[in-house]
């Protein structure tokens, strides 16, 4: 069974950076993508970055872009949320999702993720 645990939320305040991780476990465990999702409540979990595992290929939201950077380290299973400048409006759960098929015309949709963290909350202050 596929398992991925997030780490590294925490609070901040506006204009520093903080650094999300996200550990792959579970045996056998083919991933295309790997994506971060926020989400606040009352709200519905937004994309945030992705990265196709192959390739390397990002993809960011217009509203991190710039901001925040996704990496990887393949030896380790783990990927990476790198988020700079954060903005009280960045407040939120993270949450790391994988998924087994990648669709550049619908990698930002939560539905087409396969596994999901448990969420790390990321709190900016003003």
């Known amino acids: 069974q596929a398992q991925l645990v997030e780490s590294g939320g925490g609070l901040v305040q506006a204009g520093g950076s903080l650094r999300l991780s996200c550990a792959a476990s579970?045996?056998?465990?083919?991933?295309?993508?790997m994506g971060w999702f926020r989400q606040t409540p009352g709200k519905e979990r937004e994309f945030a970055a992705a990265?196709?595992?192959?390739?390397?290929?990002?993809y960011y939201a217009d509203s991190v872009k710039g901001r925040f950077t996704i990496s990887r380290d393949n030896a380790k299973n783990t990927v990476y949320l790198q988020m700079n400048s954060l903005k009280p409006e960045d407040t939120a759960v993270y949450y790391c999702?994988?998924?087994?098929?990648?669709?550049?015309?619908?990698?930002?949709?939560?539905?087409?993720?396969?596994?999901w963290g448990q969420g790390t909350q990321v709190t900016v202050s003003s």
């Open positions: 999702a994988a998924a087994r098929i990648f669709n550049s015309n619908s990698y930002y949709f939560p539905s087409k993720y396969d596994y």
């Open positions: 579970g045996g056998s465990f083919s991933v295309s993508v």
């Open positions: 990265m196709r595992w192959s390739r390397g290929s990002t």
